[in-house]
């Protein structure tokens, strides 16, 4: 027992991440029910949406759950509203400012964690009074801080900085990642791609098959001018890249990018002309299993990799 299960009231320190187009209440159910702590991904809800997902989630299981929230969300307010009426335990805050709802979040008595991409941001999210930060690294799927820091060292920097627990992320989709993590001073994981595959999550099964067949050097963060997105490299990717390379602004950039690009290409299953966001770690995902046998295959592998270690 850590920090982290103790703070969240799980038996396994593995978080699973809010993502969008993956996230809902089937997913986060399944690994709330695993021992993990299961995530809705509010970032692609409407507010009734996300309404009926935390309802749902509650029916499918009695376990502790959280909703994830990009705080510069257009709808903020009512969704900070349904989670307080809903009485969700554990909120995630990330894409914006941690003064603005922690205050109010934790006043109802919610657990309140928000996601950092540099040491700077954790001391001002610890300041800003949450109860623990994920550190993730730009290894990460989806949208990523433009300080380009890689997990390995993100983790240690952030840990060295703030007295709050560490949540590791990026990178991470097996129980030897996980123990690198603790090693480095994280007290729990957060998983993004790992748990997109899994028959749980609602992404398109052409996307889930593209991560199976994902290798090293496939995905790439892009769209720096406007906001650093990691993606599978596709025809997108390709129209992006070469309007970067010939000097786009982020006029132009906005143009390619269009409305709706990640849910063309992650719920509607389009592999060439979506926006494919996933992590590097893809590379070392082969099947799809279902949510609960990948929090126990994390888990037995962290154990059994730790207990190696010890007899060096």
């Known amino acids: 027992m850590n920090r982290i299960n103790a703070l969240f009231g799980i038996r396994y320190p593995i978080i699973q991440a809010g993502m969008i187009w993956a996230s809902g209440w089937r997913l986060a159910s399944a690994v709330s029910n695993a021992g993990g702590l299961g995530i809705i991904g509010a970032g692609s809800m409407y507010p009734n949406v996300l309404r009926e997902h935390i309802q749902k989630t509650k029916q499918a299981t009695d376990k502790p759950f959280g909703v994830n929230v990009p705080l510069l969300y257009p709808d903020i307010d009512q969704l900070i509203n349904i989670i307080l009426e809903e009485k969700v335990p554990v909120v995630f805050t990330s894409a914006g400012n941690p003064k603005t709802w922690t205050g109010t979040l934790k006043a109802a008595g919610i657990k309140v964690v928000h996601v950092v991409s540099s040491s700077l941001f954790a001391e001002k999210s610890e300041a800003a009074g949450v109860d623990a930060v994920v550190a993730e690294g730009f290894e990460a799927g989806g949208h990523n801080g433009r300080e380009e820091t890689t997990t390995m060292v993100l983790i240690p920097a952030v840990t060295a900085k703030v007295k709050i627990p560490v949540i590791a992320a990026g990178g991470i989709a097996t129980g030897r990642g996980m123990l690198a993590a603790f090693a480095l001073g994280a007290e729990g994981v957060q998983i993004g791609s790992r748990f997109v595959a899994t028959p749980e999550a609602s992404s398109h099964q052409n996307f889930k098959n593209a991560i199976l067949d994902a290798r090293e050097g496939d995905t790439m963060l892009s769209l720096k001018k406007l906001t650093p997105v990691r993606l599978i490299k596709n025809h997108f990717y390709d129209l992006v890249k070469a309007a970067e390379d010939d000097g786009a602004d982020a006029a132009?950039?906005?143009?390619?990018?269009?409305?709706?690009?990640?849910?063309?290409?992650?719920?509607?299953?389009?592999?060439?002309?979506?926006?494919?966001?996933?992590?590097?770690?893809?590379?070392?995902?082969?099947?799809?299993?279902?949510?609960?046998?990948?929090?126990?295959?994390?888990?037995?592998?962290?154990?059994?990799?730790?207990?190696?270690?010890?007899?060096?």
């Open 252 to 312: 132009v950039l906005k143009e390619i990018l269009g409305r709706a690009r990640a849910k063309t290409g992650m719920f509607e299953g389009n592999l060439s002309e979506g926006e494919l966001e996933i992590g590097q770690v893809s590379a070392l995902i082969s099947q799809i299993k279902p949510a609960a046998a990948v929090v126990a295959e994390i888990w037995e592998e962290f154990e059994a990799a730790r207990k190696q270690l010890t007899t060096y």
